[in-house]
């Protein structure tokens, strides 16, 4: 069974930093593309960046320079590096797991930047 376990949210000043985490159990994730979402109150969860198996990586444009999606597939864990916070990065952060049979989400994380 694959879980997904992230990791690293919490309350930040405007301008900060933080990493969230995202370990994976119950498969490889080197054979997936991974992915981190964000959900903001009453609203629909949005792709925040993409990491192919490759290691090739895509961002909305909202958080290109900003943000920076990596691996390790050693310890079955992604990571987003988040910088230059802003209040409208505040929201619940997911991490995805993709393969071609299915989709997996983790329980998510909470990120909240006050200004």
């Known amino acids: 069974q694959v879980q997904l376990v992230e990791s690293g949210g919490g309350l930040v000043q405007s301008g900060g930093s933080l990493r969230l985490s995202c370990a994976a159990s119950?498969?490889?994730?080197?054979?997936?593309?991974m992915g981190w979402y964000r959900q903001a109150p009453g609203k629909q969860r949005d792709m925040v960046a993409t990491i192919t198996n490759g290691g090739s990586t895509m961002y909305v444009d909202s958080v290109k320079g900003r943000f920076t999606m990596s691996r390790d597939n050693a310890k079955n864990t992604v990571y987003l590096q988040m910088n230059s916070l802003k209040p409208e990065d505040t929201a619940v952060y997911y991490c995805?797991?993709?393969?071609?049979?299915?989709?997996?989400w983790g329980q998510g994380t909470q990120v909240t930047v006050s200004s």
């Open positions: 995805a797991l993709a393969t071609p049979q299915s989709y997996y």
């Open positions: 119950g498969m490889s994730i080197s054979i997936a593309a």
